[in-house]
């Protein structure tokens, strides 16, 4: 039996369950520190969403939850069985090679019967009994010629079966990770922004070593824990069939047992799974706001979600196993190895009493029944490790399933920087729509900004412009070329982007900067980070441009804001999509910003978004959305004039600025 992410549980269960959740919430806390940028404006809103507690739920074991444990626990022997396809014949090769060893296991034990018999009863025979030896030297050599040979057998094939399995698994994680790299470069780019790095680094690392077991250990480990008790069970026959079936007394009393603990167990890992997910949830929510929550005085609520649903998880899983305590116990005391010993002697004995069996077969059963508990445990202990892998594996399937951008058949190159929004509608979950009949013209060597709202769909439809993601309805086009039928790399040539989410490489400031173009010269890099505004604080660093990101170069918001404009300016592209670009410029580079990137319109298409209306002030175009749709659109002047909604926030604008 084992504890509560594997097998039926048994009275380790609290112990169990607390090193699940505290594992949960120190990966999850990690994932939301790693990603975690950005804290929503509303404050007060987000210290009061995080004490809301969302309903968990129950342990309870209803005929639809079994129902659906059984089906997902078929589907995902479907799953697993098609990931691990590529080294079958390995484990299969391996099983046979395991095989071969759990039967030289038994053959030590079969040699000292031999030299017993030879012994003490002076016969030869591997059974306990056979026909007066004469030679009972070459009798005993023999048996210990046997016993070296299923010693050495048990050695050989065991090594070959691991040595065959390690070697898959190497292969198994390479050919893993390369098609999760694979997958992840044909993926929307969209799907990065909605998934955290988190979820990529525990499949292709944490995740990837934890089905080391599932390909180098189970198949191994549970031949053997089969074979060597059938061999035993054989041999043990041969002997005698009533020492054989003495022995074999404890094993229904644990399988009964063991079949009891487990009658449940599907529908219970449904709901504890379900339970882990909300803590992970809750744990990942409360790190993401805390210093939202601390400022509002609300750390104790905030927490409340992930403190009640984990209290919940640990007393109601608890309340589970509590009954089964002592079955396990019971069960457990059935195979261990004394007792198996006493019942094989004291029965043993009594059928000598009776003339059934002699000492040495009773002497040999013994000995091989003592065998049978390890491989019992062997197959208890394995199923907590086999379960947390395939788990594992599963996160690996899901991750391999990400859906694909289309490519294009026949690829076209776009001919010219014209951008054309025609009737887009969009939604992130089917119906919900974001965006609502969109139609948009930016023309080359113009500034569109977008502004609007919070929630207005102004930064989704210019993730659409990069092909983010694909519209339900309509088309982006690029010098009169839908993007969809576009190569992404020939797209990524056309349309550069610097997002609210900064993403800055574990790698020099320099390399940083020079991601797109690594040819280029550090002058060339100098330029347009004095363009960004950044080129004064690289030089400041202690290595100036080849100072490493998140070691010596510890860069703010703002300054990272200006590596990532500079980067887009080396890169060139004769399109830039700039969300939130000025969102973290102080008052006294915001201006240089403004002045460097109205350098770049020439010949260029450029899409802005910002709050700050200051900033666009000066746009060849407005496009004032609300709701997912385009309220207003034209110049500055036009707007203000026009006594709309863009005119209303110029107004709130001005009058806070005074």
């Not at 309903?55 to 691990?84: G, H, I, V």
């Not at 927490?303 to 002592?326: F, G, N, V």
Request: charged share 15%; glycine share 8%.
């Amino acid at each position: 039996m084992t504890n509560a992410t594997g097998a039926p549980p048994d009275s380790t269960t609290a112990d169990a369950v607390n090193d699940t959740v505290n594992d949960t919430a120190n990966n999850a806390v990690n994932d939301a520190v790693s990603d975690t940028s950005n804290i929503a404006a509303d404050g007060q809103q987000q210290a009061q969403a995080q004490s809301e507690t969302a309903p968990a739920p129950t342990l309870e074991f209803t005929k639809e939850a079994k129902q659906q444990a059984k089906q997902e626990t078929q589907e995902r022997k479907r799953q697993l069985s098609d990931m691990l396809r590529p080294v079958r014949s390995a484990t299969n090769l391996a099983v046979v090679c395991q095989a071969v060893a759990s039967f030289c296991t038994i053959l030590p034990f079969v040699a000292i019967t031999q030299i017993a018999n030879a012994l003490i009863a002076g016969r030869s025979g591997f059974l306990g009994h056979g026909a007066p030896v004469t030679d009972v030297h070459g009798a005993v050599w023999a048996g210990i010629w046997l016993a070296l040979v299923g010693l050495a057998g048990r050695a050989v094939f065991s090594t070959l079966a691991l040595g065959i399995t390690h070697f898959a698994d190497a292969r198994m994680g390479t050919f893993l990770r390369r098609r999760i790299v694979k997958t992840l470069s044909h993926a929307p780019l969209g799907w990065f922004t909605s998934h955290s790095s988190g979820v990529v680094r525990k499949a292709a690392i944490d995740d990837i070593a934890s089905i080391h077991y599932l390909v180098a250990h189970a198949s191994v480990e549970t031949t053997g824990a089969a074979c060597t008790p059938i061999f035993a069970l054989i041999y043990l026959f041969a002997l005698d069939w009533r020492l054989a079936l003495l022995s074999i007394i404890p094993l229904p009393t644990y399988a009964l047992a063991y079949a009891y603990m487990a009658k449940d167990w599907g529908a219970m890992q449904v709901k504890v799974n379900a339970m882990i997910q909300q803590i992970s949830e809750a744990a990942i929510e409360f790190v993401s706001g805390i210093s939202v929550v601390k400022t509002f005085g609300k750390t104790g609520q905030a927490h409340k979600k992930y403190r009640d649903t984990a209290q919940r998880l640990s007393s109601e899983y608890t309340e589970y196993c509590r009954p089964m305590i002592m079955t396990d116990a019971i069960a457990s005391v059935c195979i261990m190895t004394p007792v198996m010993l006493m019942i094989g002697l004291a029965g043993g004995f009594w059928m000598m009493g009776l003339g059934w069996v002699n000492a040495i077969q009773v002497f040999a059963a013994s000995l091989v029944a003592a065998t049978l508990p390890a491989a019992l445990i062997t197959v208890s202990f394995g199923m907590q490790s086999r379960t947390e892998a395939s788990a594992a594996a599963m996160r690996i399937h899901d991750l391999l399933e990400t859906p694909q951008l289309p490519a294009p058949k026949v690829p076209k190159a776009p001919e010219g920087n014209a951008v054309v929004f025609d009737h887009i509608d969009f939604s992130y979950t089917p119906g919900n729509p974001v965006l609502h009949d969109i139609s948009l013209e930016l023309q080359p060597g113009t500034v569109t900004a977008l502004v609007g709202p919070s929630g207005s769909g102004k930064s989704t439809l210019a993730t659409l412009l990069p092909r983010f993601f694909d519209p339900e309805r309509g088309c982006v086009r690029i010098g009169g070329v839908d993007v969809r039928e576009i190569e992404p790399t020939e797209l990524y040539k056309h349309v550069g982007f610097v997002l609210q989410d900064v993403q800055l490489v574990h790698l020099s400031i320099l390399d940083n900067i020079r991601l797109g173009r690594p040819d280029v010269t550090l002058n060339q890099v100098r330029e347009v980070a004095k363009l960004a505004q950044i080129d004064e604080r690289i030089m400041q660093l202690p290595r100036g441009y080849d100072s490493v990101v998140g070691e010596d170069a510890m860069l703010s918001g703002g300054e990272a804001q200006r590596v990532s404009i500079a980067r887009a300016l080396l890169a060139d592209p004769p399109i830039l999509v700039l969300d939130e670009a000025t969102a973290f410029a102080d008052p006294e580079s915001e201006a240089a910003i403004q002045l460097a990137l109205s350098h770049l319109t020439t010949g260029r298409t450029l899409l802005v978004i910002a709050h700050r209306l200051a900033t666009i002030a000066g746009a060849d175009q407005i496009v004032v959305m609300k709701d997912g749709r385009i309220a207003e659109q034209g110049t500055q002047s036009e707007l203000v004039a026009a006594g709309g909604l863009y005119s209303s926030m110029w107004r709130e604008y001005e009058e806070a600025g005074r």
